[in-house]
């Protein structure tokens, strides 16, 4: 059953930007004040922004590049994050090096960010392992793709930094959809009763798969948190700075002892939610088009080429970091090696069972069965 309610209410019952919005960079790259966020970019010089158009359009060159390998079968599936850059980029940099995150199956951005390595963020969509990276060589955990499972995971952590009195924050990303999981309000309980150091960062890229954001939240999702006694920011999510100011002040709220944060990022899922998903079906193709006029990559380069800062060759030089990047990320996926074939049933238990032991033997006779077992590489 639809919704009842159309989709275009919610926007209708918001009090008008800016004011509903953290904004620091409009659309067309304008920079706007805003005298409680403002002192938390401040430090930024030019360096940093370029650092930070870097990143994006690095985090967008490798989404479209992973994208390409799906395409070309290299991939089972891919969750791209085209549109996300600026609320995955600017959440990430604001993170110290021992902060931890957990994420779901999109934040490829801020594991990019985190510093894993170009091929580990493909390698479970390559089939050839079951985790791509150690969390703990980038205080990371690997994505979860049961939704909104990582929030009660990130809170646990949390809880346990205070218990052994590490000044650690704990960061988790998860979707609007995710937001209406039961996991993700019972973790709001439990971060709100313990004061756990945790930001919840919501991406609302309007989608979850194909239900529209206004199907499951009558009203803005930031304004559910306050009734779990969590504070909550609403910021534009394709605008890196509104995004890093936000997430520096739950962050500081954090480390300072005053418990958990809930930021809501304003985004749009521009493309589809995976690469099996046909969002032709299901999208306004107008909605869409609106949305890419507040690009998050374009505003940023607006708004540096305005303060001089971003020259021709500077972009030139960032474009082809980006493509040295790709290439690298492209190499290093195709030569991850195949796994032995009944690996797959290693470290799916602590110990073995009597039922893995039957379903590892099938499985044995089946490939050989079909020639497609090497004795060695069992
Ligand atoms: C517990 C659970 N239920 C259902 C699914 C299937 N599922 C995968 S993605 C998704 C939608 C998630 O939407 P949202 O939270 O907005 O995140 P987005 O994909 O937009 O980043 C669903 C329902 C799942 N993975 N886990
Ligand atoms: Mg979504």
Same mark, same amino acid.
């Given at each position: 059953? @639809?919704?009842?309610?159309?989709?275009?209410r919610l926007e209708a019952e918001l009090p008008a930007p800016p004011d509903a919005l953290v904004q620091l960079l409009d659309p067309e790259g304008r920079r706007r004040s805003d005298p409680l966020y403002d002192p938390y970019v401040a430090d930024l010089t030019?360096?940093?922004?370029?650092?930070?158009?870097?990143?994006?359009?690095?985090?967008?060159?490798?989404? *479209?590049?992973?994208?390409?390998? /799906?395409? !070309?079968?290299?991939?089972? %599936?891919?969750?791209?994050? %085209?549109?996300?850059?600026?609320?995955?980029?600017?959440?990430? $940099?604001?993170? $110290?090096?021992?902060?931890?995150?957990?994420?779901? #199956? @999109?934040?490829?951005? *801020?594991?990019?960010?985190?510093?894993?390595? %170009?091929?580990?963020?493909?390698?479970?969509?390559?089939?050839?392992?079951?985790?791509?990276?150690?969390?703990?060589?980038?205080?990371?955990a690997t994505p979860q793709i049961v939704i909104g499972a990582q929030t009660l995971h990130a809170v646990g952590y949390a809880v346990g930094c205070r218990h052994d009195g590490v000044d650690t924050a704990t960061i988790t990303y998860f979707g609007d959809g995710a937001t209406t999981q039961g996991d993700v309000n019972e973790a709001m *309980?439990?971060?709100?009763?313990?004061?756990?150091?945790? *930001?919840?960062?919501?991406?609302?890229?309007?989608?979850?798969?194909?239900?529209?954001?206004?199907?499951?939240?009558?009203?803005?999702?930031?304004?559910?948190? &306050?009734?779990?006694?969590?504070?909550?920011?609403?910021?534009?999510?394709?605008?890196?700075?509104?995004?890093?100011?936000?997430? @520096?002040?739950?962050?500081?709220?954090?480390?300072?002892?005053?418990?958990? +944060?809930?930021?809501?990022?304003?985004? #749009? $899922?521009?493309?589809?939610?995976?690469?099996?998903?046909?969002?032709? @079906?299901?999208?306004?193709?107008?909605?869409?088009?609106?949305?890419?006029?507040?690009?998050?990559? /374009?505003?940023?380069?607006?708004?540096?080429?305005?303060?001089?800062?971003?020259?021709?060759?500077? +972009?030139?030089?960032?474009?082809?970091?980006?493509?040295?990047?790709?290439?690298?990320?492209?190499?290093?996926?195709?030569?991850?090696?195949? &796994?032995?074939?009944?690996?797959?049933?290693?470290?799916? #238990?602590?110990?073995?069972?009597?039922?893995?032991? $039957? !379903?590892?033997?099938? /499985?044995?006779?089946?490939?050989? +069965?079909?020639?497609?077992?090497?004795?060695?590489?069992?």
């Amino acid at each position: 059953m @639809r919704a009842t309610v159309p989709d275009d209410r919610l926007e209708a019952e918001l009090p008008a930007p800016p004011d509903a919005l953290v904004q620091l960079l409009d659309p067309e790259g304008r920079r706007r004040s805003d005298p409680l966020y403002d002192p938390y970019v401040a430090d930024l010089t030019g360096d940093d922004l370029l650092a930070l158009l870097d990143d994006l359009i690095v985090v967008r060159r490798i989404d *479209v590049e992973a994208t390409a390998l /799906q395409r !070309q079968g290299q991939l089972g %599936l891919w969750p791209p994050l %085209l549109g996300q850059e600026a609320a995955q980029v600017g959440s990430a $940099r604001a993170l $110290r090096a021992d902060d931890f995150v957990f994420s779901s #199956y @999109r934040e490829n951005g *801020v594991a990019y960010c985190r510093g894993v390595e %170009l091929p580990a963020i493909v390698e479970v969509w390559r089939g050839t392992a079951q985790a791509g990276w150690n969390p703990y060589d980038v205080n990371m955990a690997t994505p979860q793709i049961v939704i909104g499972a990582q929030t009660l995971h990130a809170v646990g952590y949390a809880v346990g930094c205070r218990h052994d009195g590490v000044d650690t924050a704990t960061i988790t990303y998860f979707g609007d959809g995710a937001t209406t999981q039961g996991d993700v309000n019972e973790a709001m *309980v439990f971060a709100a009763s313990f004061g756990a150091p945790v *930001v919840f960062f919501c991406q609302n890229n309007h989608w979850a798969i194909s239900e529209p954001v206004g199907l499951q939240a009558q009203r803005p999702i930031a304004e559910r948190a &306050p009734g779990f006694g969590i504070p909550s920011m609403r910021v534009d999510g394709n605008d890196v700075l509104a995004v890093l100011a936000a997430t @520096r002040r739950a962050l500081e709220r954090a480390h300072r002892g005053d418990g958990p +944060s809930f930021i809501e990022a304003v985004t #749009y $899922r521009m493309g589809p939610h995976t690469t099996s998903d046909d969002p032709t @079906r299901y999208v306004d193709p107008l909605e869409r088009e609106a949305w890419s006029a507040k690009d998050p990559i /374009q505003r940023l380069e607006a708004h540096l080429r305005e303060a001089g800062i971003l020259t021709d060759e500077t +972009s030139a030089r960032i474009a082809a970091h980006a493509d040295a990047i790709a290439a690298e990320f492209r190499a290093g996926c195709l030569a991850l090696p195949n &796994p032995a074939p009944l690996s797959v049933f290693d470290h799916v #238990y602590a110990e073995p069972h009597r039922g893995l032991e $039957r !379903q590892r033997a099938e /499985q044995q006779a089946y490939l050989r +069965s079909i020639g497609e077992l090497e004795e060695a590489a069992e």
